[in-house]
Nanobody
Framework: QVQLVESGGGLVQAGDSLRLSCAASGGSFSSYTMGWFRQAPGKEREFVAAITWSSSRTRYADPVKGRFTISRDNAKNTVYLQMNSLKPEDTAVYYC???????????????????WGQGTQVTVSS
């Protein structure tokens, strides 16, 4: 059973930066695409970013392009989300997830992922 644990969230001001981490344990990590999603109150969960197992491909949602960077360290079974120039609209619970099966792609739909962390809250004040 794969377990994913996010950390690094917090309360920051607009324009600040945060780095989220997601540590995986209990199963395979290095062969799978990893993704970050977020969910704001009253809204559906939305895709943020994804990275293939080799880090050769990444995908970002339009609202975060140029501000967020996803990366991974397979030796540490950890995926990261560096968030710069944060905006109040980035406020949400952020989740990391692992794809259902090994893939060379970077899927953006939540149904392509079957292991999820518990989430970490990011709050950006204006």
């Amino acid at each position: 059973q794969v377990q994913l644990v996010e950390s690094g969230g917090g309360l920051v001001q607009a324009g600040d930066s945060l780095r989220l981490s997601c540590a995986a344990s209990g199963g395979s990590f290095s062969s799978y695409t990893m993704g970050w999603f977020r969910q704001a109150p009253g809204k559906e969960r939305e895709f943020v970013a994804a990275i293939t197992w080799s880090s050769s491909r990444t995908r970002y949602a339009d609202p975060v392009k140029g501000r967020f960077t996803i990366s991974r360290d397979n030796a540490k079974n950890t995926v990261y989300l560096q968030m710069n120039s944060l905006k109040p609209e980035d406020t949400a619970v952020y989740y990391c997830a692992r794809t259902i099966q090994p893939t060379l792609g970077t899927p953006w739909v939540p149904t392509e992922y079957n292991y999820w962390g518990q989430g970490t809250q990011v709050t950006v004040s204006s």
